[in-house]
């Protein structure tokens, strides 16, 4: 147990934390959505770096080759871009219909607005 | 550097330079993936999280306004969870294996047996293609049918939009 064999997982989770951070720390609608994306490609390195094995090589098997990293996390993270990248799109739709009901993407004004019309 | 670049990204108040950071951070993340030897991942992340998201986000950003409002009270409690989140996730990493670590259990499970029997058995030799669109087959169907929903959803958001302003007019 030293510092470099762990420092992966320190450097995910200060991107994580990031993440968190923005979504929860910030009002704005699209501001919150980037950190979302933040925190998910965090999410993608935490599960992509434990397969990597130092000397092997991308897991395309050929001559010459014999120590592959593992191919899995790599198959379940190729879906989880694709599914982030769908959310992302809904949550911006999503945005520019609150901005159109709205007038505003902050979300105390949002607030606020709804408070002043019961 | 990707920290450097989430920190400024955080600090930002005009939206269109968190877009365009968003952007290097993906291109950023794109390269660790390749040196992780995840060049499928890597390809694909250089392709959507720097290009597609970037351009979904530009066109959210037409329709909005570009400066983020300021607001009053300081973040102190969303720091504070931050950053015990980010403690007690760095106490667990010590029950983790270590990093490059070949008797690590990922390894030692079905991933030796998908490199060994996959390119006899599907005859292609990439094997994340190998499991993705053989083995998971099923998988990738279930994920067309999340993105298709997902533009389902942005299409009647977005047109009911359309017909109102037609209405207006």
Known sequence: MNAASHFSYWATICLMVMGLFIVMARANLIKKLVGLAIFQTSIYLLYIAPGKLIGGTAPIIADGFSVYSNPLPHVLILTAIVVGIAVLALGLALVVRIREAYDSIEEDEILAAEERQP | ?169
């Open chain 2, 1 to 169: 550097m990707m920290l450097v670049t989430v920190a400024v990204l955080t600090r930002s108040r005009n939206l269109f330079a968190v877009v365009v950071l968003s952007s290097v951070y993906s291109f950023l993340m794109a390269t660790v993936l390749v040196a992780l030897d995840a060049v499928d991942v890597a390809m694909t992340e250089a392709a959507v999280g720097a290009g597609v998201s970037t351009v979904l986000l530009l066109g959210a950003l037409h329709l909005c306004r570009t400066e983020e409002a300021k607001h009053a009270q300081a973040p102190w409690l969303p720091l504070a969870m931050a950053v015990v989140t980010g403690g007690v996730l760095v106490y667990g990493t010590y029950g983790l294996p270590a990093f490059s670590d070949p008797q690590a259990p990922i390894h030692q499970h079905v991933a030796a047996r998908y490199l060994n029997d996959g390119p006899k058995e599907t005859g292609v030799p990439n094997v994340v293609t190998a499991v993705l669109a053989s083995y998971r087959g099923y998988d990738t169907l279930g994920e067309t049918i999340v993105v298709f929903t997902a533009g389902i959803g942005v299409v009647a958001l977005l047109r009911r939009r359309r017909q109102r302003s037609e209405g207006d007019r």
